[in-house]
């Protein structure tokens, strides 16, 4: 797909993975739409891109309701015009053990409310996303590329039941778009991320990073570029679709 003057929507666009695409999409000449659920920090990322010659404008939605996915592209196709492209990267996290037990009594479990949370914005988020992205593809007569953000945990993770489980059904989402959406000129993409040096990481005790790091191949964590990389790699390769690129450094759980 050519990437300049096209329509590109990046969900979570506004800080960390999410604002690294917006950058290089943007400098390859895509014409950006950010959403994100906090409109400062949206402000400040395109604010950002502006100053870079790079075309944005940011959107306020949260993505696990209907109401407010279905409002957020309306108002992109209403000053933007049709997508031509998403990219669904908004996620959340909430960790824990499955069940926490000592000595046979069980001390702590997994809660629904954490389960669920996950779920709604790293599963739901991604059907309603590329649900309206399609629909708009479609009714505007445009090819586009749907790319969706997976994970390395989504081979199993512990203490990432919720996690593990939304990131696995990304991957068949992606697989089964692939099939349903091809005769509408419409390519899907899946990239999963290994550890990548984001505030998430900058944020843990250095014994735990040097763990965490000493276990992929290449010594080091990812930076978001290279994830960007990845996906720009999927937008610009007209014969890729329906599978996922792993950017790990050879890592696997």
Known sequence: MKLDSSVIAITGGARGLGLAMAQLLGSRGARLALIDTDAATLDDA???????????????AN??????????????????GPV???????????????VKAKEGRVEKVMSLESWQAVMDVNLTGVF??????????IEAGNEGVIVNISSISRAGNMGQSNYAA??????????TW???????????????????????TA????????????GVPLGRLGQPEDIAQS???IFENAYFTGRVIECDGGLRL
């Open 46 to 60: 395109v604010s950002r891109l502006h100053q870079a010659g790079i075309e944005a404008r940011g959107f306020v």
């Open 166 to 175: 939304c990131k696995a059904a990304v991957v068949a989402l992606t697989t």
């Open 203 to 214: 944020s843990m005790r250095q014994d735990m990073l040097e763990k965490l790091t000493s």
């Open 178 to 200: 692939a099939k349903e959406l091809s005769r509408y000129g419409i390519r899907t993409g899946c990239v999963a991320p290994g550890f990548i040096e984001t505030d998430m």
């Open 63 to 80: 993505v696990a309701d209907e109401t407010s996915v279905k409002q957020a592209f309306g108002d992109i196709a209403a000053s933007l």
């Open 84 to 98: 031509s492209g998403l990219v669904n990267n908004a996620g959340i996290l909430r960790d824990a053990l499955l």
């Open 128 to 137: 309603l996303c590329g649900r309206e992205a399609a629909s708009q593809m």
């Open 231 to 233: 996906v720009a790699f």
